[in-house]
């Protein structure tokens, strides 16, 4: 009866999934993001009935329904094209630029020595009117001015008139996925590239956790995650070659591979610079290996580049932190609250290497997911950021952890893409710290509060420990 429930549960999630990709997206004039933000809701809660569900069942079910779902939701999430980000787009382009050996930092996409590069489908011939204007139509078609009013450039890119912002790694990515389609498909080479990746990463983590002898159930809090569906399959995003990267980082040096466990890092920097926060955690053993093969790694991927395009390398990466409001300060929906304007900066910095210096004093470094999952969960209600997949890099560590409730970040991560209200973002992380700290105390256990109170580095060890 559980294998029957849970089996039900899958399939709902698969429709709804598959439903939501091929119905609604944001990219239809007058977007009306309730139909979105309805099916999410239903998603998320199918998805916690099934995780719960999946605790009565025992034995080779457990890892067959694990698996059956992630291919399964990760085959429906293929239905349509992106629905809420048209990223998979440029990485589309960089791919192909990069496959004609040019590099994919040296010109902008509107540039018109890239003309000859252009598939119809990510730069349609503009309209012409009875008047003789041209326009561009489509719901994820922008339109381009190059030289003057008169001539149009229509695109897929978001941000066709300024240079690529992703790293080396990602670029060869973005490279062997078109190497092998070639230019003219659409999305569904990286949808299936996502599918792929993630199901991988299932795999990844039932291996580890049987390893461990950690509970293999928990695999399904990343392997069924509505997160990985939308964005990992459906808007194919690269954080997820970052996931892979990283959590194979982790198990090696867990197994104390130190020097494979660094260029695995490395690789994930160089892929998204994000996973630099999933660091601290891996350093408390023999951390210099790891370090030094990580920033090796990362040194070596970006030497072809900088050697061909010089500074060029940086892209849009500069003016991105500053359009995002990350170097105003305004981006931060918590830290803005006591620490409004310039000064948020210096507090976000402050936060941040304090929670790194705590994740590198207290992680066990045999299980360094919990402290990664304090540091990437922390970085990220701090930095606040308005796009969820950010997340993508969070959900393996919870379910290693068995921690659901971190699994809160990334739906306020959603609700804030959704729904652009400063407020209601405001609320909804404010729910995640308090739900987080509320089941940290519970998992404590009786007298936590207290050990917590009378504890500190000159009062000796905490109340109820002997030596």
């Not at 390398?313 to 359009?323: A, D, I, N, S």
């Not at 299980?367 to 993508?392: C, E, F, K, N, V």
Request: charged share 15%.
């Amino acid at each position: 009866m559980r294998i029957t429930v849970v089996s039900l549960l899958l399939a709902a999630i698969a429709a709804l999934t598959g439903f939501g990709v091929a119905n609604l997206d944001l990219f239809a004039p007058g977007r009306d993001t309730v139909p979105l933000l309805v099916s999410l809701s239903v998603v998320w809660l199918l998805f916690a009935a099934a995780v719960i569900a999946l605790r009565g069942v025992r034995g080779r079910a457990v890892v067959v329904l694990i698996l059956a779902g992630s291919i399964g939701i990760g085959a429906a999430a293929m239905i349509g094209p992106p629905n809420t980000s048209t990223d998979s787009a440029r990485y589309a382009w960089d791919g192909i630029v990069a496959n004609a050996g040019v590099s994919p930092y040296a010109y902008v996409p509107s540039d018109p020595r890239l003309d000859s590069l252009r598939p119809d489908w990510l730069f349609p011939a503009p309209q012409i009117g009875a008047d003789g204007s041209a326009r561009c139509v489509g719901e994820r078609i922008q339109t381009v001015h190059r030289g003057g009013p008169d001539e149009v450039l229509c695109s897929a890119l978001n941000r066709t008139s300024v240079p690529t912002i992703y790293p080396p790694a990602a670029e060869l990515y973005f490279a062997g996925v078109r190497m092998v389609t070639g230019p003219g498909p659409a999305y569904w080479p990286l949808q299936l590239t996502g599918l792929l990746l993630s199901v991988g990463t299932t795999v990844m983590l039932l291996f580890g956790m049987r390893r461990r002898g950690i509970d293999l159930r928990r695999a399904a809090l990343w392997a069924w995650c509505p997160l990985v569906a939308s964005e990992a399959v459906t808007n194919s995003h690269v954080d997820l070659l970052g996931v892979v990267f990283t959590l194979a980082a982790v198990f090696l040096v867990t197994r104390e591979r130190y020097w494979r466990g660094g260029i695995a890092l490395g690789a994930a920097i160089a892929t998204k610079l994000i996973p630099v926060i999933a660091a601290p955690a891996l350093l408390r053993r023999q951390g210099w290996k790891v370090i030094v093969a990580a920033v090796v790694t990362f040194l070596v991927l970006y030497v072809p580049y900088v050697l061909t395009t010089g500074i060029g390398v940086l892209g849009y990466l500069p003016g991105y932190l500053t359009e995002e409001g990350y170097q105003d300060g305004t981006r931060f929906a918590l830290v803005s609250l006591v620490a409004p304007g310039g000064a948020g900066v210096y507090v976000v910095a402050i936060l941040l290497a304090g929670v790194a210096a705590l994740t590198l004093w207290k992680t066990d470094p045999a299980q360094p997911w919990l402290g990664q999952l304090l540091m990437i969960g922390s970085t990220l209600i701090i930095l606040s950021p308005r796009y969820p997949w950010y997340a993508l890099l969070l959900v393996p560590f919870v379910a290693l952890s068995g921690r659901w409730e971190w699994l809160v970040v990334p739906i306020a991560l959603s609700i804030r893409m959704l729904v652009p209200s400063v407020q209601l973002t405001r609320v909804t992380l404010a729910v995640a710290v308090i739900l987080i700290v509320a089941m940290a105390f519970r998992r404590a256990g009786p007298g936590a509060v207290e050990r917590l109170l009378h504890w500190g580095p000159f009062r000796g060890r905490p109340p109820g420990r002997s030596a």
